[in-house]
């Protein structure tokens, strides 16, 4: 009915007039969308805040050009949450270009479906911006990888991708045949090389078992000697760290194993596209040998397990988790202190298998205790070894300083830094 009165007005009209008017419906159209983006930035700094430009030395942000854009997601339909990503190609159509999408999520708030395409950036010790920052590349939207054994005929890409990795030379040596039993695996996206990985089959799952409360996810006797798989090194792009549990799930396929494990030294942050993978606690075990009467020999029993060299931090993943991905957590979590209560808290924290907790901070005077507290002997403590088991250094940032104030209405904490007066 509406197109039957609109005829009928344009009827009596000359062309010239009705082309007046559709530009002049355009110009109004325009101007109600600029003042609806003008109204949308207004609430987002607003609600954001405004920031501070503290450039590195050297760096004149004026003679920088922008590469991203920003968009503000203010509410989604819970209906349309599963094909809310369908929005993020026709973002960047419009910003051909930009390589960045840059958006911003309190801290405290939900997140969407959406948030599965987007990176979380680390804010730095000290600030006190309001939101969690995330970026999503445009290349991450090219496609899902596809995962191939590596052959010698990769090796130019793989030297080429690895650059000055200091495991470089351990994946030319599987690439030789002097490695025997592990294997590399290439990821590509549009034929470029995007991740690699260096597996073998596990032969320590017992030795896991014993010193990580592995039990607490798998049971052991299920699984066969061949079905655990060791991650010796696994190196990804950054842009494509969110695809980085489908490239793991994928080789678990083609090897044909269901368990993946993933030592790291002691001190050692864990990269972020390993924060899929979960940080297995110890076991609080008591030196054990056998009684000095008994010949293990003439026995059923079996020979001790020996301690992994390190000690290590273990992460694991089975296709039980890999199907149940973790959520992001981006609450402010400070913890004050390095007593045995405090790293507990965290330890608990950093371990619990289907969240990661981005922004956790531990204050306390010369950050992370190296031995056990000559003034406590009871077997609750934590021991040397354990302290740098846990994994707990490689999950939070320390803060090396002394409380001196607590707001908590402004949810900020006042620190006085070691050395600093």
């Not at 609450?331 to 965290?346: E, F």
């Amino acid at each position: 009915e509406e197109e039957e009165e609109n005829e009928e007005e344009e009827e009596g009209k000359s062309p010239e007039q009705v082309e007046e008017e559709r530009k002049a419906k355009e110009e109004a159209d325009n101007a109600e969308r600029m003042k609806q983006i003008a109204e949308a930035e207004e609430y987002a700094v607003m609600e954001v805040g405004d920031f501070v430009e503290d450039p590195e030395p050297g760096v004149n942000l004026d003679l920088l050009e922008s590469n991203a854009f920003f968009v503000t997601l203010f509410c989604l339909d819970p209906v349309y949450d599963c094909q809310v990503d369908k929005l993020l190609q026709p973002a960047f159509d419009l910003f051909p270009d930009k390589e960045y999408l840059i958006m911003t999520v309190p801290h405290k708030a939900k997140k969407s479906s959406l948030m599965r395409h987007f990176i979380p950036v680390k804010e730095k010790l000290g600030g006190n911006f309001s939101h969690a920052l995330y970026l999503c590349h445009r290349a991450s939207l090219l496609g899902p990888m596809a995962i191939t054994p590596a052959t010698p005929d990769d090796r130019a890409e793989l030297l080429d991708f690895l650059e000055e990795d200091p495991e470089r030379d351990a994946y030319t040596d599987v690439l030789d045949g002097k490695a025997p039993g592990s294997t590399v695996y290439v990821a590509r996206v549009i034929g470029q090389v995007a991740a690699v990985a260096r597996v073998r089959r596990s032969s320590a799952p017992g030795t896991y078992s014993k010193f990580y409360e592995l039990d607490s996810f798998i049971d052991s006797g299920h699984y066969g000697g061949d079905e655990h798989l060791d991650v010796e090194n696994i190196l990804v792009n950054p842009i494509f760290t969110r695809s980085t549990p489908g490239m793991l799930k994928q080789i678990m396929c083609m090897s044909g194993t269901c368990c993946a494990y993933c030592l790291l030294h002691p001190l050692v942050p864990i990269p972020e596209y390993l924060d899929f993978l979960t940080i297995l606690r110890m076991r609080r075990l008591q030196d054990a040998r056998f009684p000095p009467d008994i010949d293990p020999a003439r026995t059923g029993l079996t020979t001790d397990l020996k301690m992994p060299p390190g000690p290590p931090a273990l992460l694991h993943t089975n296709f039980r988790l890999l199907m149940q991905p973790k959520k992001d957590v981006d609450t402010r979590i400070v913890v004050i202190g390095s007593s045995d209560a405090a790293l507990s808290l965290v330890e608990g924290l950093v371990s619990v298998p289907y969240l990661t907790f981005h922004r956790i901070t531990l204050v306390a005077p010369g950050g992370l205790p190296g031995r056990l507290p000559r003034f406590r002997h009871d077997r609750l403590n934590y021991f040397d070894k354990e302290l740098l088991w846990h994994g707990v250094a490689g999950k939070c940032g320390v803060v090396e300083g002394s409380l001196v104030g607590l707001d908590r209405q402004g949810s900020t904490v006042s620190v006085d830094l070691d050395g600093s007066g």
